[in-house]
T-cell receptor
Framework: ETGVTQTPRHLVMGMTNKKSLKCEQHLGHNAMYWYKQSAKKPLELMFVYSLEERVENNSVPSRFSPECPNSSHLFLHLHTLQPEDSALYLC????????????FGQGTRLTVV | GQQLNQSPQSMFIQEGEDVSMNCTSSSIFNTWLWYKQDPGEGPVLLIA?????ELTSNGRLTAQFGITRKDSFLNISASIPSDVGIYFC?????????????FGKGTKLSVKP
């Protein structure tokens, strides 16, 4: 248990569906992140939220829409995804600033059919 | 973009053997982190390093922050079957976006009993 909880753990969705991934952290951190992990690729940073404001969007397609309603919760809204979007989506949190570590959730395994 | 070169890509070892893996970069880092990821799970933080030359242990694991600040290594002594997994290095570049980690591609460790 790392203090970062992601739901659901597994999700299968069609290309026309709309779904949301949820992340909750209980560590008192002020920054949250979405990462994508595909086979044989390094972890790809998607979005960064600091103090509930989006501070980075790494050229992610608009079919991925993040939402951070407060410092403990982070969502990733999904719509009209493509099969190549199938991956493990990881949420992480940290304290912004130097010398801090990121703690990850268990991930959501997403399959787009 | 910035890259971390992690090697080896995979290792097959006998139980009881020692393991060594490393990460290098052309950029200067001010933080090095080592994570382990089990199949279908999120990465779990093993060791965090913040100072050049720092040597830190966590049980059978030892990691060092290279004095050039461009590399780090992780050693595992007397490996056991539960050490199986993918090990990732991650770092924060000196002067880079605060809180943004760069990840290596991982070292997949297999241990034969």
């Amino acid at each position: 248990e790392t203090g970062v909880t992601q739901t659901p753990r597994h999700l299968v969705m069609g290309m026309t569906n709309k779904k949301s991934l949820k992340c909750e952290q209980h560590l008192g951190h002020n920054a949250m992140y979405w990462y994508k992990q595909s086979a044989k690729k390094p972890l790809e940073l998607m979005f960064v939220y600091s103090l509930e404001e989006r501070v980075e969007n790494n050229s992610v397609p608009s079919r991925f829409s993040p939402e951070c309603p407060n410092s403990s919760h982070l969502f990733l809204h999904l719509h009209t995804l493509q099969p190549e979007d199938s991956a493990l989506y990881l949420c992480a949190s940290s304290q912004r600033g130097e010398g801090t570590e990121a703690f990850f959730g268990q991930g959501t395994r997403l399959t787009v059919v | 973009g910035q890259q971390l070169n992690q090697s080896p890509q995979s290792m097959f070892i006998q139980e009881g053997e020692d393991v060594s893996m490393n990460c290098t970069s052309s950029s200067i880092f001010n933080t090095w982190l080592w994570y382990k990821q089990d199949p279908g799970e999120g990465p779990v933080l093993l060791i965090a390093l913040y100072k050049a030359g720092e040597l830190t242990s966590n049980g059978r694991l030892t990691a060092q922050f290279g004095i050039t600040r461009k590399d780090s290594f992780l050693n595992i002594s007397a490996s056991i079957p539960s050490d199986v997994g993918i090990y990732f290095c991650a770092g924060k570049i000196y002067g880079g976006s605060q809180g943004n980690l760069i990840f290596g591609k991982g070292t997949k460790l297999s241990v034969k009993p």
